[in-house]
């Protein structure tokens, strides 16, 4: 792998292109906007400056990384590339287009890759002539700084094209996991407890939103709690991909968004982005105290964390990745401070299986239907490690 193409010039375009051209490789930047091109030059200029006052790298160092940085806007740039990483908007029409186009311009060993965090990537690859050489690489962002990298194979994909390409990722420094080609692959679909549940929790009048992230904080030790996330990713984002998910899962409801959720995101609140969102950003305002009781924080923790590992559990079940690439993932991708599975084994399996099964009596709804791989593992009397 000498050339890497990169399709889009925006912070995950921009960011993947740093990494490879930090790797030695020649990294082509594309896209159909100059302007975002700049944006992208300008930006790259002043994250490897910063790097450089840091001493993480040299002046020499930093400028021979812009210098295997090519922007254009010609399709036609990516002739001689060895891979190319897709990453603009998530829509399907629009990425298969791409596809399409760039096969009439790269050679014939060129790997095709999208970085899509949510759509089908076998859905993807149909568009292509050669789908045996597309697959899924998806990284997290900001990419130079996230350690993750999910590589997903399409139904099609020839496994030589996987190998190969996981591989290049590894050779970046990265942390690569395998997973299936599912709704949300890993993380996506394993997070989403973390904001669905901690949402419902706030619907149903139990806690305030400052609680429930002090109780995850606090007492969980996770590094952000699911509103303060919410509102660093941007209400309008985490909205559209848990109804993405959720759609993808033919209307599965343990993936349903939540109504606040959705208002938030009309209403122009999307967190830190836009100055307000869950909390207020403005300068001098002063935020919310939580309810510092230390039986209710442990009550909404517990919830929380149940239902995490019970899709953890469920991601196992239908072999969407391994155990350990399902611990690596929820720990490298999402900065959890331990891997579901691990902590379902200190837990208690059992005691994962009776709160399911509490939850699921006092609702009566499917969204709290307990993974029968838990129930098998308690019936067993067996541990994930």
């Known amino acids: 792998m000498k050339i890497i193409g990169i399709i889009g010039a925006g912070s995950m375009g921009s960011g993947i292109a740093q990494v490879a051209a930090t790797a030695g490789h020649e990294v082509v930047l594309l896209d159909s906007s100059n302007t975002m091109l700049q944006k992208a030059q300008q930006g790259l200029n002043k994250i490897l400056a910063r790097l450089v006052e840091k001493g993480n790298l040299s002046k ?191 209307y599965d409801p343990r993936y349903k968004p939540a109504f606040t959720q959705k208002r938030m995101a009309e209403a122009g609140y999307l967190g830190r982005k836009s100055g307000k969102g869950y909390y207020n950003y403005s300068e001098g305002t002063t935020q919310p105290e939580p309810d510092f009781n230390q039986m209710l924080g442990k009550k909404i923790f517990n919830r929380i964390l149940v239902m995490l590992i019970n899709e953890a559990a469920d991601a196992l079940f239908w072999n969407i990745a391994s155990k350990e690439d399902i611990d690596l993932a929820m720990t490298k991708g999402v900065n959890y401070p331990a891997g579901l599975l691990r902590w379902a084994d200190e837990y208690g399996i059992d005691k994962c299986v009776k709160q399911m099964d509490s939850l699921y009596n006092e609702y009566l709804e499917d969204r709290y239907r307990c993974s029968p791989l838990l129930r098998k593992m308690v019936r067993e009397n067996k541990k994930f490690y």
């Open 60 to 250: 020499l160092e930093a400028g021979a990384i812009l210098d295997r940085i090519h922007f254009t806007g010609q399709l036609e740039a990516f002739e001689n590339c060895d891979l190319i990483i897709e990453a603009i908007v998530e829509d399907l029409s629009i990425k298969k287009q791409i596809f399409r186009e760039l096969e009439t311009i790269v050679n014939k060993n060129c790997i095709l890759a999208t970085n899509t965090s949510s759509l089908s990537v076998s859905a993807i690859a149909s568009a292509s002539e050669k789908p045996h050489r597309v697959l899924g690489i998806h990284f997290f962002n900001p990419a130079p700084l996230m350690p993750l990298v999910e590589i997903i194979p399409a139904i099609q994909t020839d496994q030589a094209v996987v190998s190969t390409a996981r591989k290049t990722i590894n050779n970046w420094g990265k942390i690569t996991v395998l997973a299936k080609d599912t709704p949300g692959f890993i993380v996506n679909r394993v997070a989403r407890p973390f904001y669905g549940e901690a949402l419902r929790i706030l619907e149903e009048g139990i806690a305030d939103v400052a609680t429930i992230d002090w109780a995850m904080t606090e007492i969980g030790g996770f590094r952000m709690g699911p509103f303060t996330l919410m509102d660093f990713i941007g209400n309008d984002i985490n909205y559209t991909v848990t109804e993405t998910v959720f759609k993808s899962f033919f």
